[in-house]
Every structure is written in structure tokens, then in C-alpha cells.
């Protein structure tokens, strides 16, 4: 054997143990990763806990309820495949908030009300809605009214705005972490989730219509003094215009466009940036209602040949021949949509209904059933 072929122990030892230590040092960074990892981990769960921070982030471009749903009482709305509701109670003193899992009719009551609740809206893991209350009305109007906040499944309620909102306004709208209301002197306001920061957003004197995160359309007298008119203006700026010569009602911004009913009490639609009128329908819709590219309305199944029977009707953007989707025995004072599901009142000479009719199969779940003329 050749001397350069003796294997040198040292230089043998010295090179496992230069290995041992890299094995070490890669062993320990991968702990110590992992350490910070679980810590911010634990971070991040313990401010979700205390502040929804989290949820609030992933949420900050939400929207709580849908502006059709609002103007239309907003009796519902939806979290992943839930739907939450108001119903009134089995003595029909109170209404209540319930949960129901889409396609099911198996429902829980998570929250036991006053007089009424409106305006149910989500963003993140909370729910808030409007309590009316006129049973011990601490107000000057003599109704009770409060903006609710608690978690999907009724806990940790908490009063965010306590009596300071119009007491014949009750809607409110969620939008970018920012709750949406009018106040005690008609004007329009915001404040934040918990109910802090509020700001003047619109002195109109007159209350709102309809808003989303770029555009709020909102009434105002009239000169000589004759009626409302319908104004819109940026959120964020001055410049306002009117949207016709006079008043509309149901005003929903959908895309591109405003959906309204005009003065003739005819569907219409304008661009959201001006122009002409589109008159849609040449007869009465009611309790309007815009979701999946598609409206829905309330109107009579043959005003002209006296069939007063009312119907729920589907229709395109752009007009056309609407669809019949249901005959209900009576008139439904909310149409809202939910999903694929519209949701809403129905009532024969003895009972009432709130059911939830599916617009891809036409089944019908019925969610709840009272007998108006024991209450």
C-alpha cells in the first residue's frame, strides 16, 4: 500500500464531525422555524378571538347584505351554506333570528327579539341586524331602537348603536368594515363594527336609498316644494346629480347600472354614470328585487283580465317576457334572495307561511307555519 493510500483518522474524524455540526445547525433553524411558526400562529388566533382581526382583513371589501335585500326589509341573508332569518315567534309577540343549513328546513333559533328585526347583515364571523322595540321606548319617539352585533350562533351580543339612528329608517348597510345608517336627524352617518368613529357621510335631511362602496343615492326636497328628488353622488365626494326629474323608488346598483322604479311606478334603469332612461316592464312591478344577472318582482298574473292573483316573476336585465316562478295566495310584503333561493311571505285565510323556494328546481321548503287569526 502506498503511503498516499493510508487513510488519515484524523482527517476522517475532523470531516464527520464538520458534517455532525452542519447537521446540528440545519436541525436547529428547522426548530427553532417551527417555534416561531406555532407563535405567530398562536398570535394571530388570540387577536381573531378578541378582535376578528383576521376575518376583518379577508372581509374588508364585503358587503353584509346585498341592496335588494336591504330595501326589502332585509330579512335574510347568508354565510358559506347557511342561511339566517326572521320569523316571528310561535305566539307572535316577537320576532326571532333562526339558522337554517341551504336545503334543509331543519332550523335553531339563535337570538329571541322585540317588535321586530330588520336589516340582518354579515361580515366575518359576526352577524348584525336593527332591533325594534316600542314596548318600553326610552326615546323621545317613544320606540326602542338598537344596532345588534353577535357571533353566527347568537352569543356575545353586544348594543353598538343605542337609540341614535331615525326611528322610521331601518335600513343599514355594511360595507368595507363600515356600518351605514341614518340618523336621529335624518342625515346619513357611519361608524365602524363596533359601533365608533361616526362620521356625517350625507346631509341630505331626508334619510337614503340605496348605497354600495362607490355610489349613494339618496332623496331630497324639491324647490318648489312638491316632492322628493332622487339624487346619486360618489360616496367619497360633493358633486351630485339628480337621477331623473323626479322622485324613484327601490333604486338597486347592479353592475353598470341603476334599477329603480320610476314615477310611472314602472321598472327602469339608467347608467350609473347618467344618460337616458330605460323603461323595462309597461306595467306595476312591486317589492323589486335584483340577483344572478336576473330580477325578480311581485305583480299581478293579469291585471287586465282581472285575475288579481299575485305572482313572483323572474326577468332579464334588459327586459323582456318574464317568467312565472310562483303563484302565492297572498302578497308578499319582502322578496329577498338567498343563494339560488328566494325567500319569502305567503298566507291563506287561516295561516302564514315563510318559505324558501329553490330558482334552479322550483321545490319549496317551508320554513315556517302560524296561525294569524289565534295571534
Not at 120 to 148: M, P, R, T
Not at 356 to 372: M, R, T
Request: charged share 25%; with cysteine.
Amino acid at each position: 500500500m502506498n503511503h498516499s493510500d493510508e487513510i488519515n483518522e484524523d482527517e476522517v474524524f475532523e470531516k464527520k464531525e464538520s458534517k455532525l455540526k452542519i447537521g446540528e445547525f440545519f436541525k436547529n433553524k428547522i426548530i427553532i422555524t417551527i417555534l416561531v411558526i406555532i407563535l405567530i400562529l398562536a398570535i394571530l388566533v388570540t387577536l381573531q378571538i378578541k378582535t376578528s382581526m383576521i376575518s376583518n382583513l379577508f372581509s374588508r371589501n364585503q358587503v353584509g347584505n346585498s341592496i335588494g335585500n336591504i330595501i326589502n326589509c332585509g330579512y335574510s341573508v347568508e354565510k358559506d351554506d347557511t342561511i339566517y332569518y326572521v320569523s316571528p315567534d310561535e305566539n307572535m309577540y316577537a320576532t326571532q333570528i333562526s339558522r337554517v343549513k341551504k336545503g334543509s328546513n331543519e332550523s335553531q333559533i339563535i337570538y329571541q327579539g322585540a317588535y321586530d328585526i330588520r336589516a340582518l347583515n354579515i361580515v366575518g364571523n359576526k352577524l348584525y341586524f336593527i332591533s325594534i322595540s316600542a314596548e318600553h321606548g326610552e326615546d323621545e319617539d317613544g320606540i326602542d331602537n338598537k344596532i345588534y352585533k353577535m357571533d353566527l350562533d347568537g352569543s356575545n351580543l353586544t348594543v353598538i348603536n343605542d337609540n341614535e339612528f331615525a326611528y322610521d329608517y331601518y335600513d343599514m348597510h355594511i360595507i368595507k368594515n363600515n356600518i351605514y345608517y341614518v340618523g336621529t336627524d335624518f342625515n346619513v352617518y357611519k361608524m365602524n363594527l363596533n359601533g365608533e368613529n361616526r362620521q356625517l357621510v350625507a346631509e341630505t335631511g331626508t334619510g337614503y336609498l340605496a348605497i354600495n362602496h362607490k355610489y349613494i343615492i339618496y332623496n331630497k326636497d324639491n324647490e318648489d316644494g312638491s316632492d322628493y328628488i332622487t339624487y346619486i353622488r360618489p360616496l367619497n365626494g360633493t358633486e351630485e346629480r339628480a337621477i331623473t326629474s323626479s322622485r324613484i323608488t327601490s333604486p338597486i346598483l347592479y353592475k353598470e347600472y341603476i334599477y329603480y322604479i320610476n314615477s310611472d311606478k314602472h321598472l327602469a334603469k339608467m347608467a350609473i354614470t347618467g344618460g337616458d332612461e330605460k323603461e323595462l316592464t309597461d306595467y306595476t312591478v312591486y317589492n323589486m328585487n335584483i340577483a344572478n344577472d336576473s330580477i325578480y318582482y311581485l305583480n299581478y298574473k293579469n291585471e287586465e283580465s282581472e285575475n288579481y292573483s299575485v305572482s313572483i316573476f323572474k326577468l332579464g336585465l334588459d327586459g323582456g317576457e318574464p317568467e312565472e316562478i310562483k303563484e302565492l295566495s297572498n302578497y308578499s310584503s319582502f322578496l329577498n334572495i338567498i343563494d339560488c333561493y328566494v325567500y319569502y311571505m305567503d298566507m291563506n285565510e287561516e295561516k302564514a307561511f315563510i318559505n324558501l323556494i329553490n330558482l334552479n328546481d322550483s321545490k319549496e321548503i317551508q320554513l315556517h307555519e302560524w296561525n294569524y287569526k289565534e295571534g
